[in-house]
């Protein structure tokens, strides 16, 4: 795997790595495309139908329900920040 590679899936991913985990990532990287050529010659098929598990009728429609004032105010009490009447959660992703 090429620096310039490493550098693309960096940013593609938004990682921020040490020098120590710039030295690891292209052989665990091709220790893993290692595995997965291993298993398409022994032939390893996934069904597709049933990838999470769960059929289309498993699932519900997302709709937003009105709630109770008194569960409103239970769910706001137990999170740590609030503004506007939204619950503020930690950044996940970085710019």
Do not use: W
Not at 2 to 20: D, F, G, M, Q
Not at 53 to 75: F, H, I, K
């Amino acid at each position: 795997m090429s620096e310039i590679n490493l550098e693309n899936i960096k940013a593609l991913s938004k990682l921020s790595l040490t020098k120590e985990e710039e030295k690891a990532i292209p052989e665990q990287i091709d220790s893993i495309l290692a595995y997965v050529d291993k298993l398409q010659e022994v032939g390893a098929e996934i069904e597709h139908d049933h990838q999470n598990g769960l059929s289309s009728s498993d699932l519900r429609e997302d709709v937003a329900v009105e709630t109770s004032p008194e569960v409103r105010d239970r769910l706001f009490a137990n999170m740590p920040r609030s503004e506007g009447g939204y619950l503020e959660v930690p950044e996940v992703f970085s710019e």
